[in-house]
């Protein structure tokens, strides 16, 4: 059984760095004990304990209500502490991912959009277009609508219910019929709750069926993952399958950065090939 220390007394010896001298630093107080109960201590104020780290274990063994600290927590307190989180300290693999699509040419047009706001007509131009993401809206491109009306109406089906001046619905019926379907296979028609882990059955079905369709091969909705973007898709399969460095991975060049910084960050190795105009990019 360790010694108990009354914390007021503790810090300070932490402070100090009074390791060895621990125990004779308390023997006035303790003397030879192992354990004193804090009745027989008198005429010392308790520590004010909100100074001392909260990852500090606090000992009960005080049945007054004032704390103690162990010999064990002040050695945690003691021990050396890890090294701050610097480039040099975090995961190498992180410093091995290239990902141009937020890299120096990036860095350099958000330069030159400040210089903009802060001297206009400084530039031989008046506006930069950030052509790195494939972001069609952004150039002026319209959004296709059935998606947005089907997510809009299945977060508030109350706009179902909206109507026109002359009567008709401002959605369009194949959305109106869309959002109706997935409402009516989520429980409680309501969304925001959790899925099943590879997506909403109904949704995986009509993908099964638009793939039977297109392809004009059966498609099973048992085989099908969705995900929000491609780019999860891509990190999902990459941890799945690599194991080692040894692991090569073909890589079309050029290529979405997407596909290099996946393989750095998961420990891959890439083998590039290069496509060919001449041939059809083949």
Known sequence: MGLLFRSSRAERVVRAGLTAGLRRAWSPALGSSAVRDSSQIHGRRDADVTNVPSDVARSRADVSGRRFYSSSSLASLLAPRAPPLTLD??????????????????????????????????????EIIYCNIGNPQALGQPPITFYREVLSLCDHPALMDLKNPDGSSPFSSTALHRAKQILDSIPFSATGAYSHSQGLLL????????????????????????????????????????????????????????????????????????????????
């Open 89 to 126: 300290t975090i995961n190498p693999r992180v410093r091995e991912c290239e990902y141009a699509v937020r890299g120096e040419i990036v860095a350099r047009a958000l330069a030159l959009e400040s210089q903009l706001t802060v001297k206009p007509g400084s530039l031989p131009f008046d």
């Open 203 to 282: 949704c995986r079905q009509l993908v099964a069926e638009g793939i039977a369709r297109r392809d004009g091969h059966a498609a099973s909705a048992d085989d099908i993952f969705l995900t929000d973007g491609a780019s999860p898709a891509v990190q999902m399969v990459l941890k799945l399958l690599v194991r080692s460095k040894e692991d090569g991975v073909l890589c079309p060049i050029p290529q979405y950065p997407l596909y290099s910084a996946s393989l750095a960050l998961n420990g891959a190795t890439l083998v590039p090939y290069y496509l060919d105009e001449g041939r059809g990019g083949g």
